[in-house]
């Protein structure tokens, strides 16, 4: 799969940037939508003043899940549970693929210690696969209403990485999640903390699998943090 086929949406910085933020969006979504779901939730668009943001679109593949209907997603699945094997044969690729727009953005003059990568759901799970595995010198990645799932190599590549330096995570998860599992996100960030990554983990009581404003400005506080955006 080629780069020209990963389409993707850019919301410029308001003035001179040397940073992005790359957000990926949930299972059978698109840019587009993921787009307008943040701003109907935030009263406002998802947008830094000092840093751009990109939102990828995946490409439509046959997707499991679904009977094998064809769907947006960044890669295929047995089923939506953590003890199953992951599905590298999809994932790996869809990592190359995101690694070459991290290099777009490098070739025009932003350093990947300025790039933050995440996204929700089945975005998340992406995001942590690149950051964790490919991409370690990110300044950070973030994962909402997100997984990984019980053996997954995220985890091995980690075991064997100790000695270097790996992006914080930024994580939030409803405790209503009834797709994505509260117990299951927990899971995945403990896992990353024993792996020898920096977490900042929040829950929330009332909310299901989505996003809410106080997740998404805390969001926007953290990578303007990491990015030292104020």
């Known amino acids: 799969m080629s780069l020209t086929r990963l389409k993707f949406d850019i919301i410029p910085a308001s003035c001179s940037h040397a940073s992005s933020v790359i957000f990926l969006h949930g299972s059978g979504d698109t840019a587009d939508g993921l787009q307008d779901w943040l701003s109907s939730v935030l009263g406002k668009r998802f947008s830094f003043s000092k840093a751009r943001t990109i939102f990828p679109t995946a490409p439509l593949r046959p997707y ?3 009977m094998g209907a064809p769907s947006n997603v960044w890669f295929d699945r047995r089923k939506i549970a953590p003890n199953v094997p992951e599905d590298l044969e999809t994932i790996n690729p869809m990592c190359e693929e995101i690694g070459k727009l991290i290099q777009q953005e490098v070739d025009q003059g932003v ?28 300044a950070g990645v973030f994962a909402l ?4 799932n019980d053996n997954s190599i995220v985890y091995k590549d980690l075991a064997g990485a100790s000695a270097e330096v790996k992006p914080p995570l930024f994580a939030c998860h409803g405790e209503r999640d009834e797709l994505v599992l509260h117990q299951w996100g927990v899971s995945t960030t403990t896992k990353l903390q024993e792996g020898g990554v920096d977490v900042e983990f929040h829950s929330y009581p009332r ?13 926007q506080a953290w990578i303007e943090d990491r990015l030292s955006l104020s």
Request: proline share 4%; aromatic share 8%; net charge positive.
């Open 111 to 138: 350093p990947k210690k300025k790039i933050i990568l995440g996204g929700f759901s089945m975005g998340g799970c992406l995001a942590l696969h690149v950051a964790y595995r490919f991409q370690r010198e990110l």
């Open 145 to 148: 209403s997100s997984f990984l």
């Open 64 to 66: 499991t899940p679904m």
């Open 207 to 219: 909310l299901c699998h989505e996003m809410n404003r106080e997740e998404l400005e805390k969001l």
